[in-house]
């Protein structure tokens, strides 16, 4: 009992383990405790049905109301009985909030936030999978089985991320898999008898098998080919991990967040107060048509969390837009033009995001499928399976141009406002911003006034101007040192002026997209990654969110400005003076396109770009001739080792001449030994011993057996008799390689002045003639020769990083805490 | 009687006037043991390396003819010795008399005395007896009331032992078998062979007729020209590897010993030339390993009933046993690094 009870516990443990890739979807780590108190209940279900001796049906039944009552004890309807014990209305409940969640799904993007609904389904799907995993391991002690069920845990996070999946996660739910599996072993080994080691040694619990070693590390090999696998890059496969980390540096401030991070083709979205822009290649990354006559930006994202370093970016939630999408139409507010346009968009292959571009507000899309979900409030299309390479789409969209009038009409917002509540007023805690602030709205009665007033403080006139970097201050707070050094991009100043706005208690967020560009063709725009923006846009009650662009025109090829938002650089006659705005109603309905003239300044790059994008596609060809170039590099290899080996103890064997050696018998003339030996003996002994090396490779490689136990004379011998029989030169020359080598190792003069190298091409040639076509094809090719001394080597190797490790594990043991808690009679 | 010292050895001879003279030996010894050429060979490399040879295999196989034949082919003096079960050790060795006319002991010496001393059914004496040969074969040197007398040199005992016969024999004692350097086993004459036994020994025996063909003097230019051989590095760690292997090999109550291991090399190059080399091979240990070592070891009681004879087992061992390779690690060589020199049976630690 005490063994199936450890297992039962293990069992559950690999369960929690294995639902460590949840740890990717879920915003916070509610799941993680909800779950393992289900899994817990679960397992201590089933140890009460296991001490109580139940069947197997009674044991699952035994864990599947264990599951039941957890799941009732976190999820209550209110109608419990003592708080555990579930009523039909808990089922209702339960059903409801299976419902919920698959509408949660649907509309929520990762990572999620703790809805109910997502944290029932999580935790029924884990307790589920901890009942199905003890039924396998423990009832039907079958624990390899149970690999699947907690499969199924991973596929969810890899179904929700198409690109890449941590690999953390995963190696813990591995690990989690492999503890399984060694606890049922030692369990099973424990059953008949001792766990003991090769010397005879009992093994205790706790410790780690010596002569399992070879299955741990197959375990871990396996793992660590699982993970780094996807680390190679292939020509033509996305998302490998290695692409996303070389190209992490360059995008400013990289939030890190999946989907969203530096990776070619994908924009960092979040506005910070300092960083560099660098962006040395040029890439046409949408394409829109429109039939607005000057559409103001093209926009797909929104950061709305200020934190005190910029802008970041939340999870959008939505619904498909596939659907109606709310008709800003319906809610008509006075001095507010609305005009319905229509604009295809055509994304290229270099923009990668799971956002899509499109002109607020679309209220009709086309060719997009429900994959791709639509957030109302942040009026983003955005997707949690697919991204917007090459994507073509069109939409019907609302185009509302305000008149500073209307703007001005707009009440303070209620404290009760779910924008409020939301904090999209908060700010950090900087008394210099609000010192600032206070100064600049200090008399503006109306909420546009306030905002105008911020607007405009970002003028030339204050000493503001546009540079693709951001100086370092001293303040320790960026806002403090944007404003004090009054130099920056869009960024910047998207997030300063939001920062400024949310300080005067009026919500504002950053919105990012494309300027119109200056590559216009008729009613096509062609954008690049230069002309990537971000500005700053207002909630005005009742109207909505209103765009306000701060960056300096100049800066910003294709800037857009409007009647409620003009330009505070431009020369104009408007009567726009920083800290006395317009007061006067502006004739012009229209969003005055005040483009600037500079485009061929062409410097911002408004938003950075991840790097690594290319001009154009490049060919992937080169990549394939390149990776076979190489892979037949590795595959010729060990021939090239083999020829060089052949080359290098070809040279040092030359035919040896001259070398005129009597053949010294036992003792010449009255014991005077008369040895003539021409050439250098130790010179003849490395030629014979280099003949005899490549003899025994060539052996090897013809498949001719080899035996370590034999004298060059009985090789000889057996060759003779064997393969070379019939083959009198052959015959000869063997005997002869046989005899120089013989004499190398053993006599006191070696063999001098035979034509060793001939005799060798001899005996190779009837050796390869005697071999079989598959054979000599083999030895050309991958010469086993080679090939076994390579193992050989890495064989070595690694024998001795274990006797190494082994010596290290073993003092480690001492120290294991396990040993005291280990009863050495349970062995 | 001018007792010449082991060491005083006669002059290196010629390399053809060896061959001449050890192919004399052999030829003469084949004029009676026919077509024993290898055991002919062994039983002369023996001689040549200084050591003493056993023979033994079931009776009729021409044990003591060769035994005989070896000690009439050289011109030396040649004792022989009748092992019954009532001889004495100073039938062996000699013994002091009392002369009456000098007044004073007088030593007798016994058979060992001689040049060649050929032992006939060495087990049939007791080991009392058996044990007088201890001292004479390893020393070369009689011990007798108090006073050593040195032997003469060649001095080799060539014993004949019947390995079937149990009944009142006396099993050589472990010290005793390790004091012969060969043992040596005859074997039946093959077909053609014994039709010629039946032809030339029908009427008269051929042993009648043999002459010395060499004398000891000769012998001991040929042992002074032996001990020349040249043994290389590689081949004494052989050597001593083979006899390790021995020593560690789970079969084996007792292994070989150092002497064993020096007669192995002596015997190889006494082998090595008479085939003419001046160097030796692992190939001559490898075909020496059963005669020289077989009869030192004893196998464990596991070996016995397994009916696993010693000359079985000593001969699987050189099969096992990798070749020492100085130069280099071999890259056929499938064990752990520094592996080399370590017996077949080394157990595995983890």
């Known amino acids: 009992m005490t063994r199936h009870r450890n297992l039962g516990l293990v069992a559950a443990g690999a369960t929690l383990l294995a639902a460590a890739p949840l740890s990717a979807i879920f915003e916070h780590w509610t799941w993680l405790i909800e779950s393992a108190i289900a899994v817990g209940v679960v397992a201590g279900a089933a140890a009460l049905a296991r001490a109580l001796r139940a069947p197997l049906w009674g044991q699952v039944l035994g864990m599947l109301a264990g599951l039941t009552l957890a799941l009732t004890w976190l999820f209550p309807a209110g109608s419990e009985i003592l708080a555990v014990l579930p009523t039909p209305a808990t089922f209702a409940h339960f059903s409801e909030l299976l419902g919920g969640s698959v509408r949660d799904?649907?509309?929520?993007?990762?990572?999620?936030?703790?809805?109910?609904?997502?944290?029932?389904?999580?935790?029924?799907?884990?307790?589920?999978?901890?009942?199905?995993?003890?039924?396998?391991?423990?009832?039907?002690?079958?624990?390899?089985?149970?690999?699947?069920?907690?499969?199924?845990?991973?596929?969810?996070?890899?179904?929700?991320?198409?690109?890449?999946?941590?690999?953390?996660?995963?190696?813990?739910?591995?690990?989690?898999?492999?503890?399984?599996?060694?606890?049922?072993?030692?369990?099973?080994?424990?059953?008949?008898?001792?766990?003991?080691?090769?010397?005879?040694?009992?093994?205790?619990?706790?410790?780690?098998?010596?002569?399992?070693?070879?299955?741990?590390?197959?375990?871990?090999?396996?793992?660590?080919?699982?993970?780094?696998?996807?680390?190679?890059?292939?020509?033509?496969?996305?998302?490998?991990?290695?692409?996303?980390?070389?190209?992490?540096?360059?995008?400013?401030?990289?939030?890190?967040?999946?989907?969203?991070?530096?990776a070619p083709g994908k924009i960092d979205l979040f506005a910070a107060l300092s960083g560099q822009l660098n962006e040395s290649e040029v890439a046409d990354l949408v394409k829109v048509t429109t039939n607005e006559p000057s559409p103001f930006y093209l926009r797909f994202g929104v950061a709305d969390e200020l934190k005190s370093s910029g802008f970041e970016v939340t999870n959008p939630t939505g619904r498909p837009v596939t659907r109606d999408l709310p008709n800003p139409t319906v809610r008509d507010v006075g001095g507010v033009e609305r005009r319905q346009y229509e604009a295809t968009v055509e994304v290229t292959r270099d923009l990668d995001m799971p956002l899509l571009p499109v002109y607020s507000e679309p209220i009709r899309t086309e060719d997009l499928n429900s994959s791709w979900l639509y957030d109302d409030d942040r009026q983003i299309v955005f997707s949690n399976r697919e991204n917007s390479r090459g994507k073509r789409y069109s939409f019907d969209y609302v185009r509302s141009t305000y008149s500073p009038a209307a703007l001005r009409a707009a009440r303070k917002l209620p404290a009760d406002h779910p924008l409020v509540r939301r904090q999209q007023t908060k700010t950090p805690p900087v008394p210099q911003v609000t010192e600032l602030v206070n100064r600049l709205v200090q008399g503006k009665a109306t909420e546009y006034d306030k905002v105008r007033a911020i607007y405009d403080y970002f003028s030339s006139d204050n000493g503001f101007s546009y540079q693709l970097r951001t100086e370092g201050g001293t303040s320790g707070e960026d806002i403090v040192d944007f404003l004090t050094n009054k130099v920056g991009f869009c960024q910047q100043y998207a997030a300063a002026m939001g920062w400024l706005v949310r300080a005067a208690g009026i919500p504002a967020r950053v919105a990012f997209g494309f300027t119109s560009g200056s590559n216009r063709n008729g009613n096509t725009y062609t954008l690049t990654n230069r002309n990537l923006h971000a500005w700053t846009e207002v909630y005005f009650d009742g109207i909505g969110w209103v765009p306000f662009d701060a960056t300096p025109a100049y800066g910003v090829p294709g800037s857009t400005r409007s009647t409620w938002a003009p330009d505070t650089d431009a020369p104009d006659p408007l009567p726009d003076q920083p800290g006395a705005p317009n007061t006067g109603t502006d004739p012009e309905e229209s969003p005055g396109a005040v483009g600037s003239e500079r485009e061929d300044q062409d410097t911002d790059a408004g938003l950075a770009l991840g790097e690594e994008t290319p001009t154009e596609q490049a060919?992937?060809?080169?990549?394939?001739?390149?990776?076979?170039?190489?892979?037949?590099?590795?595959?010729?290899?060990?021939?090239?080792?083999?020829?060089?080996?052949?080359?290098?103890?070809?040279?040092?064997?030359?035919?040896?001449?001259?070398?005129?050696?009597?053949?010294?018998?036992?003792?010449?003339?009255?014991?005077?030994?008369?040895?003539?030996?021409?050439?250098?003996?130790?010179?003849?002994?490395?030629?014979?011993?280099?003949?005899?090396?490549?003899?025994?490779?060539?052996?090897?490689?013809?498949?001719?057996?080899?035996?370590?136990?034999?004298?060059?004379?009985?090789?000889?011998?057996?060759?003779?008799?064997?393969?070379?029989?019939?083959?009198?030169?052959?015959?000869?020359?063997?005997?002869?390689?046989?005899?120089?080598?013989?004499?190398?190792?053993?006599?006191?003069?070696?063999?001098?002045?035979?034509p060793l190298a001939p005799a060798l091409r001899a005996v190779r040639g009837t050796l390869a003639a005697a071999a079989g076509r598959r054979t000599r094809l083999l030895a050309a090719v991958l010469p086993p020769s080679v090939l076994q001394r390579w193992r050989l080597t890495v064989a070595d190797a690694s024998g001795r990083m274990v006797a190494v490790t082994g010596q290290a594990r073993h003092r480690l043991l001492r120290w294991n805490p396990r040993r005291l808690l280990a009863d050495r009679a349970a062995r | 009687m001018t007792q010449q010292t082991w060491d005083e050895v006669g002059g290196l001879l010629p390399h053809d006037e060896f061959r001449a003279a050890s192919e004399a030996i052999v030829a003469n010894i084949e004029q009676v043991i026919e077509g024993k050429t290898a055991t002919v060979r062994l039983a002369l490399a023996v001689l040549l390396a200084e050591g003493h040879l056993l023979i033994e295999d079931v009776p009729g196989v021409g044990k003591t003819k060769l035994a005989k034949a070896l000690a009439r082919s050289i011109d030396c003096s040649v004792r022989r010795i009748q092992f019954t079960p009532d001889l004495l050790p100073s039938d062996v060795t000699g013994v002091s008399?009392?002369?009456?006319?000098?007044?004073?002991?007088?030593?007798?010496?016994?058979?060992?005395?001689?040049?060649?001393?050929?032992?006939?059914?060495?087990?049939?004496?007791?080991?009392?007896?058996?044990?007088?040969?201890?001292?004479?074969?390893?020393?070369?040197?009689?011990?007798?009331?108090?006073?050593?007398?040195?032997?003469?040199?060649?001095?080799?005992?060539?014993?004949?032992?019947?390995?079937?016969?149990?009944?009142?024999?006396?099993?050589?004692?472990?010290?005793?078998?390790?004091?012969?350097?060969?043992?040596?086993?005859?074997?039946?004459?093959?077909?053609?062979?014994?039709?010629?036994?039946?032809?030339?020994?029908?009427?008269?025996?051929?042993?009648?007729?043999?002459?010395?063909?060499?004398?000891?003097?000769?012998?001991?230019?040929?042992?002074?020209?032996?001990?020349?051989?040249?043994?290389?590095?590689?081949?004494?760690?052989?050597?001593?590897?083979?006899?390790?292997?021995?020593?560690?090999?789970?079969?084996?109550?007792?292994?070989?010993?150092?002497?064993?291991?020096?007669?192995?090399?002596?015997?190889?190059?006494?082998?090595?030339?008479?085939?003419?080399?001046?160097?030796?091979?692992?190939?001559?240990?490898?075909?020496?390993?059963?005669?020289?070592?077989?009869?030192?070891?004893?196998?464990?009681?596991?070996?016995?009933?397994?009916?696993?004879?010693?000359?079985?087992?000593?001969?699987?061992?050189?099969?096992?046993?990798?070749?020492?390779?100085?130069?280099?690690?071999?890259?056929?060589?499938?064990?752990?690094?520094?592996?080399?020199?370590?017996?077949?049976?080394?157990?595995?630690?983890?």
């Open chain 1, 105 to 262: 799904m649907r509309s929520y993007g990762v990572e999620v936030p703790d809805t109910p609904p997502l944290l029932f389904i999580t935790v029924l799907g884990v307790g589920a999978v901890a009942v199905v995993v003890d039924l396998l391991t423990v009832g039907l002690r079958r624990p390899a089985l149970a690999g699947l069920p907690m499969l199924a845990i991973y596929s969810v996070p890899v179904a929700v991320y198409v690109d890449n999946v941590p690999p953390v996660p995963f190696v813990i739910g591995a690990v989690g898999y492999l503890w399984l599996l060694g606890a049922d072993n030692v369990d099973r080994v424990r059953r008949f008898g001792r766990r003991f080691t090769g010397d005879g040694r009992d093994v205790d619990v706790w410790e780690a098998s010596p002569l399992a070693a070879a299955g741990r590390r197959l375990a871990v090999l396996g793992v660590a080919v699982a993970v780094l696998l996807p680390l190679v890059p292939v020509p033509g496969m996305n998302g490998s991990l290695l692409d996303s980390l070389s190209s992490g540096n360059g995008s400013g401030n990289g939030t890190g967040r999946p989907g969203q991070g530096g």
């Open chain 1, 619 to 754: 060919p992937v060809w080169p990549w394939w001739a390149a990776g076979s170039l190489l892979l037949l590099l590795v595959l010729a290899l060990p021939a090239l080792r083999r020829l060089a080996l052949r080359r290098r103890r070809g040279r040092r064997a030359p035919a040896a001449v001259a070398a005129t050696e009597p053949d010294v018998g036992v003792g010449p003339a009255a014991g005077r030994r008369m040895v003539v030996v021409g050439a250098d003996a130790d010179q003849a002994r490395a030629d014979a011993h280099a003949v005899w090396d490549e003899l025994l490779d060539t052996l090897v490689d013809y498949r001719v057996p080899v035996d370590r136990t034999e004298t060059p004379r009985a090789t000889a011998d057996r060759l003779i008799g064997g393969v070379l029989s019939g083959h009198a030169e052959s015959v000869d020359a063997m005997r002869l390689l046989g005899r120089a080598e013989e004499r190398a190792r053993y006599a006191r003069d070696p063999l001098t002045g035979e």
């Open chain 2, 97 to 350: 008399v009392y002369n009456q006319e000098t007044h004073d002991f007088e030593f007798r010496p016994g058979a060992v005395f001689a040049n060649l001393v050929v032992g006939d059914e060495i087990n049939r004496a007791s080991p009392k007896t058996q044990s007088a040969l201890l001292e004479c074969m390893e020393e070369r040197q009689v011990t007798v009331d108090g006073v050593t007398y040195q032997l003469q040199t060649p001095f080799m005992v060539i014993a004949t032992q019947n390995p079937i016969e149990m009944e009142g024999t006396y099993p050589l004692p472990e010290a005793q078998r390790d004091r012969f350097t060969a043992r040596i086993a005859m074997g039946y004459p093959d077909v053609g062979a014994e039709l010629a036994m039946l032809d030339g020994h029908g009427a008269t025996d051929p042993l009648d007729q043999l002459r010395p063909v060499s004398d000891a003097a000769t012998v001991r230019r040929l042992i002074a020209t032996v001990r020349q051989v040249h043994v290389a590095d590689a081949v004494k760690q052989y050597a001593i590897d083979l006899v390790t292997a021995t020593r560690e090999a789970p079969d084996l109550r007792l292994g070989a010993s150092p002497r064993a291991t020096l007669q192995l090399l002596r015997t190889a190059r006494a082998v090595a030339a008479l085939e003419g080399r001046d160097y030796v091979l692992p190939d001559d240990l490898q075909a020496l390993a059963v005669p020289v070592l077989a009869h030192r070891i004893i196998p464990t009681a596991d070996a016995q009933l397994a009916r696993r004879t010693t000359d079985a087992i000593v001969s699987d061992l050189v099969h096992r046993l990798p070749l020492p390779n100085d130069r280099k690690r071999s890259p056929y060589d499938t064990r752990p690094a520094g592996g080399n020199g370590r017996g077949p049976y080394e157990p595995r630690r983890p």
